[in-house]
C-alpha cells in the first residue's frame, strides 16, 4: 500500500503489473525490490508471486511483523495438514505419528516454512494442490478438475521448479488412476511416452528446455558466486549432460558433503537432519516389505517427486544455503518414501509393544 498511497485503484494496478513503461509508473515498480527479474527474463517470476501473497497479507497484519508471521505459518499448517491427511488416506499401513513427524517435524520443515519466505505459501499452495488432486481421482467431475487446475497454475506462480518437477509424477498418477491399468509398468510406459513425445513437440516449437536449463544454473553462478556457502557444480554443456550430472546432483541436494567441510555453526542442523535420514533409509531396509499394488502407486508418485525435484536444483544451484532452502518441501516426500516400505506391523509388535 506503501507505493499507491493508499489508493486502491493505483494498488490494482501496482498488483497487477500494469501501466509499464509510463512515466511515474515505471519509477515506482524499480523502487519495488525483485519485482523484475535481473535479465528481464520471460520465464515464470516466482518473486513477484511471493511479494504479492505477501502484500495482501499485509492489508490484515496492519504492518506487524509478528502478525504479518503467525499469519503466514497459519498457511503452512494448512498446506502441511492437508500433507498429512493426503499421506495417511494414501498410506494406510504406516504407523500414523511417523507419518506427522515425516510431514511437520523435519527440521527443514520447521526452520523453511516458518517465515517470512516463498515457502511458506508453497506449502500452502503445495498441500491444497495435492489435496484436491485426490479428490479429483475419486470422484472425476468438471469441479474437481477445475479446482486441481487452478490449483496447479497458482502452484507454477508461487514456485516454478516445484511446479515443473511434479509434471510427470501428476501425469503418472493421473494415468494409472484414471486408465486403471493392471500394470504399474504400463502405467510408467505410458507416462515416459507422453513425456517424450510432449519434449519433441516443445523442441519443434521453439522451446528449448535445455538452454533455459543452462541458463538458470549461470544466472545462479552469478548470483552466487560471492555467497558464503557457493561451491561449483559441473556445468551443463551439452543436453546429455542433464542425465550424466543426475547422481551428483542428488548427492549435491539430499547428502550434501559441502556441509563436512564445517565452516559455519549453521551447518550441525543440516548435518543432523542428513544423518538421520541416512538412519531412517537403512532401518527401513532392515524392516522392508513391499508395499501392495495400491500403495506401489502413491510410492511411485512420491519418489518422482523428491528425484525429479532434488535433480532440478542439484543441476542449477550452486549455493548450500538456497539448496537447504529450496529442497525443505520436498523432505516430506523423501521422508514418506523411505517409511512407506517399512513393515510396521514387525516395527509395531518389536517395539512399541502392539499385537
Known amino acids: 500500500m506503501d507505493y499507491s498511497h493508499k489508493n486502491p485503484l493505483t494498488y490494482f494496478k501496482l498488483f497487477t ?80 505419528p511417523v507419518i506427522f513427524f515425516a510431514v511437520f517435524l ?23 494442490f495435492l489435496f484436491q488432486l485426490s479428490i479429483m481421482l ?76 543452462s541458463a538458470k544454473q549461470a544466472d545462479f553462478n552469478l548470483i552466487g558466486i560471492n555467497a558464503n556457502s557457493f561451491f561449483h557444480i559441473a556445468e551443463l554443456s551439452q543436453p546429455l549432460d542433464i542425465i550424466k ?3 551428483i546432483a542428488l548427492i549435491n541436494v539430499y547428502l550434501q558433503p559441502q556441509l563436512f567441510s564445517f565452516e559455519s555453526w549453521l551447518y550441525i542442523f543440516p548435518i543432523i537432519e542428513n544423518i538421520d535420514l541416512i538412519t531412517m533409509i537403512i532401518f527401513a531396509f532392515i524392516y522392508y516389505k513391499s508395499p501392495n499394488k495400491k500403495e506401489t502407486k502413491y510410492l511411485i508418485f512420491v519418489l518422482l517427486i523428491w528425484i525429479i525435484g532434488g535433480w532440478i536444483i542439484g543441476l542449477t544451484v550452486p549455493i548450500q544455503g538456497a539448496i537447504a532452502r529450496y529442497k525443505s518441501v520436498l523432505i516430506p516426500f523423501l521422508l514418506m518414501s523411505v517409511i512407506a516400505i517399512a513393515d510396521w506391523d514387525r516395527l509395531k509388535t518389536k517395539y512399541l509393544k502392539e499385537e
Open 245 to 247: 550430472y543426475m547422481p
Open 17 to 96: 503489473n500494469q501501466n509499464r513503461n509510463e512515466p511515474g509508473w515505471e519509477e515506482t515498480y524499480q523502487q519495488i525490490i525483485y519485482w523484475d527479474p535481473e535479465k528481464g527474463s520471460e520465464f515464470i517470476d516466482d518473486n513477484r508471486t511471493a511479494i504479492r501473497i505477501n502484500s495482501l497479507i499485509s492489508l490484515l497484519s496492519f504492518r506487524s511483523i509478528g502478525a504479518h508471521i503467525i499469519l503466514l505459518i497459519f498457511l503452512s499448517l494448512i498446506g502441511l495438514m492437508a500433507l498429512y491427511k493426503i499421506f495417511r488416506k494414501w498410506f494406510e499401513n504406516v504407523y500414523p
Open 138 to 213: 475419486d470422484r472425476r467431475n468438471y469441479s474437481s478438475i477445475l479446482w486441481t487446475i487452478l490449483l496447479g497454475i497458482l502452484l507454477l506462480l508461487a514456485r516454478t521448479y516445484l511446479s515443473i518437477a511434479l509434471i510427470i509424477p501428476v501425469l503418472f498418477l493421473v494415468i494409472s488412476s484414471f486408465l486403471k491399468t493392471d500394470s504399474i509398468l504400463k502405467s510408467i510406459g505410458l507416462t515416459l511416452a507422453i513425456t517424450t513425445a510432449a519434449f519433441i513437440l516443445l523442441n519443434v516449437n521453439g522451446v528449448d528446455l535445455f538452454k533455459m536449463l
Open 106 to 128: 523435519s527440521p527443514s520443515i520447521i526452520f523453511w516454512t516458518s517465515g517470512i519466505l516463498k515457502e511458506t505459501h508453497t506449502i500452502f499452495i503445495l498441500g491444497l
